[in-house]
């Protein structure tokens, strides 16, 4: 099914929406996965908005037009940069599993974890959405417009209409065949019964009124009152896998501040979002136990530069399985697992004549004694930057999870399928996995939102959509512009190395695909997928902050 979600690349026009005339100073930048969510971002900036503002305007208009990806029915992670005093914060609004919720949601009667395909579609797979609480503190700590501005142009999309996509199609697609148990997705994304074509016009005006509704009333309109309805009805009232959410769940759900994830990486410094997010300790961990290589002198051809990369990218995400949760629950060890003389000593093991025979978790200071296990993250999730005229930068990851989430509407919105990304075997070797679902427990996820600072200052923000591949995304992306050199554009478009249970996977029509032969004789097996690759980025240049789009997607980078 997921195959069918690789994203054609076609050039989309984005409506022309009338603007302010842009204050003086340095122009603003914004990037997103689709036209029309940048377009609307551009617009917001242009209106005095700040990056903040952008990033909102964006995630609203992308839940109108990229449905299958993100939206007010999902959650995020937002990492912000400061342009007077260039402080980093960060926000989870991560969705959160109901109280009645317990380890026990994704095994059988005979105790056996189920399958994803069994588990992700309907009520039972929805976690409290987040992305609306996470707008109201973004926008009250940050935000210059007024609240209601925010809205317009993602009501205008969803009223005026807007053009398919082929990612849009191509999810209609593979997903429609389980819409005969899911008629409001059904009767809003198909036409005749038929998935949608590349081109076909869409309104939504039930979204349309929903955003309207939070647009006058503010973020309590959703979380109460009469949304609050409807998305009970609709998670509670399934056909498949009702809902135990209550209306207690809804109403309790706060977005959090949480402290940034950094790490040294040569002359550069990253952050990005700590748990529930696996993002920053992973791409940290990567990139420092690749420090001691030469990876400029080995450079972006080199089958040895790529080999090392995923030999450090499977011992770190040995320890992410191992380790990472929901830090309000569980102990998570991120000072051990970003320890510099810990995974110097990782990385110690690395060669660059040979593989590894085994990559196991280690032992970060002050772990506690854990199991776990891989969790079920699938390919979908949406990226976008943005950043003003006073400095200021936001970099926020989005979703609903898999394609078109639950397959659940609720006032023309996606609900998310978000608690499949918990582990789905609550124990492992006799104790409890750490990313078991729990009641109020937010999934552990790989979205990983990143700033790079240079002398204090900020100089690259990059992020990525695609499950579990995205800190791979971070990670080759980086390097290729830290050490290679690689603008922005150029860097997204690098090919990804990732990995399955047989060992190395190479992003299929790359080069990286004639380098198979040579990473097999340093002791790998190789295979090669088209993975589900989407990201964008940004640089800061002489002249200003410069966005990026990933080729690979339809997305677009706008200057203000």
């Keep these: 099914m997921l195959n069918a979600l690789l994203a054609l690349t076609i050039p989309l026009a984005a409506p022309t929406i009338a603007a302010a005339k842009a204050p003086a100073g340095t122009p603003g930048m914004v990037t997103s996965a689709d036209p029309r969510a940048t ?247 990567v990139l420092t136990m690749l420090e001691r290589f030469d990876m400029k002198k080995l450079g972006r051809n080199s089958p040895v530069a790529w080999h090392l990369i995923g030999e450090a990218m499977q011992q770190v995400y040995a320890d992410r399985d191992k380790y990472m949760a929901d830090a309000d629950f569980i102990d998570v060890p991120v000072a051990g697992l970003t320890d510099r003389a810990y995974l110097k000593t990782r990385s110690a093991a690395l060669r660059t004549d040979a593989s590894l025979s085994a990559y196991a978790a280690g032992s970060p200071p002050g772990a506690p004694a854990r199991t776990g296990a891989p ?87 990059v992020g990525a959509a695609g499950g579990r591949t995205i800190p791979m995304q971070v990670t080759k992306t980086l390097i290729a512009h830290l050490d290679w050199g690689l603008s922005a554009r150029d860097a997204l478009a690098e090919p990804v190395i990732y990995y399955n249970r047989d060992g190395l996977v190479v992003e299929q029509g790359t080069r990286l695909e004639a380098m198979i032969p040579a990473l097999e004789k340093l002791g790998h097996k190789v295979s090669a997928s088209r993975l589900p690759l989407k990201a964008n980025a940004a640089e800061r240049t002489a002249k200003g902050w410069v966005g990026a789009a990933d080729p690979r997607s339809v997305g677009t980078a706008l200057t203000e």
């Design 375 to 461: 969790s079920s993250e699938v390919p979908a999730t949406t990226h976008f930057i943005a950043a003003d005229r006073n400095g200021d930068v936001v970099t926020m990851t989005s979703t609903v999870e898999g394609p078109f989430g639950s397959q659940l509407l609720a006032g023309g919105y996606v609900l998310n399928n978000e608690l499949t990304d918990f582990t789905f075997a609550p124990e492992r070797d006799g104790m409890p996995v750490a990313n078991r679902v729990q009641g109020g427990k937010r999934p552990l996820s790989s979205m990983a939102p990143t700033i790079v600072y240079l002398k204090g200052k900020p100089v690259f923000a």
């Design 39 to 285: 377009e609307a971002g551009r617009t917001i900036l242009r209106q005095g908005g700040s990056a903040t503002d952008a990033a909102m305007a964006m995630m609203l208009a992308l839940t109108v037009v990229e449905p299958q990806s993100s939206g007010i029915g999902g959650g995020g992670f937002l990492v912000h940069n400061d342009g007077k005093t260039n402080r980093i914060d960060t926000i989870d609004g991560r969705e959160k599993a109901p109280m009645a919720a317990t380890d026990r949601r994704w095994v059988d009667a005979a105790g056996q974890p189920l399958s994803f395909r069994d588990a992700f579609p309907g009520g039972k797979s929805v976690g409290v959405p987040g992305n609306i609480r996470l707008m109201a503190l973004a926008t009250s700590k940050w935000g210059k417009l007024p609240w209601k501005a925010l809205f317009a142009p993602a009501i205008a999309l969803a009223e005026n209409g807007y053009a398919v996509t082929p990612p849009m199609a191509n999810a209609t697609n593979a997903t429609s065949p389980l819409w005969g148990d899911f008629p409001a997705i059904r009767q809003q994304y198909s036409a005749d019964g038929k998935p949608l074509s590349v081109g076909t016009t869409v309104r939504n005006p039930a979204l349309a009124k929903t955003l309207r509704m939070i647009a006058d009333q503010g973020a309590d309109a959703f979380y109460s009152g009469e949304n609050a309805r409807v998305l009970l009805a609709a998670a509670t009232g399934s056909k498949v896998a009702p809902s135990d959410m209550t209306a207690a769940d809804l109403a309790a759900y706060r977005a959090k501040e949480r402290p940034a994830v950094c790490g040294a990486y040569r002359q550069y410094r990253i952050c990005g979002m700590g748990p529930p997010s696996a993002g920053a300790t992973t791409v940290i961990g």
